[in-house]
Nanobody, 127 residues
Framework: QVQLVESGGGSVQAGGSLRLSCAAS????????MGWFRQAPGKEREFVAC????????IYTDSVKGRFTISRDNAKNTVYLQMTSLKPEDAAVYYC????????????????????WGRGTQVTVSS
């Protein structure tokens, strides 16, 4: 099992930027893909982005392509989500998650493919 702790959330105006971090401990971080999900009030949790175990492959939901960048530093056991050009519709609680399978050849995009979750960090975007 891995422990995940998100940080970096906050309140920004539309058009602003934030960088979220997720620090992992308790498991071989570099063997697992990492994902970011978000959940807005009254909505289901949705996939945002994923990065594979090596960091060489990423995928994004359409609504954040070109604005968000996921990255990881395996030496620091940390995954990041750089968010730019934020929109009010990006406001949500953002969660990081760790893949359930090591060295997965594909990029997991669904909840059930992830085993461990952080508690989330709030992102608020005002118009």
């Amino acid at each position: 099992q891995v422990q995940l702790v998100e940080s970096g959330g906050g309140s920004v105006q539309a058009g602003g930027s934030l960088r979220l971090s997720c620090a992992a401990s308790g498991r071989a971080f570099g063997r697992y893909a990492m994902g970011w999900f978000r959940q807005a009030p009254g909505k289901e949790r949705e996939f945002v982005a994923c990065i594979n175990w090596s960091g060489y492959s990423t995928i994004y939901t359409d609504s954040v392509k070109g604005r968000f960048t996921i990255s990881r530093d395996n030496a620091k056991n940390t995954v990041y989500l750089q968010m730019t050009s934020l929109k009010p519709e990006d406001a949500a609680v953002y969660y990081c998650a760790s893949d359930s399978a090591p060295f997965r050849p594909t990029l997991p995009m669904t909840d059930y493919e992830y085993h461990d979750w952080g508690r989330g960090t709030q992102v608020t975007v005002s118009s």
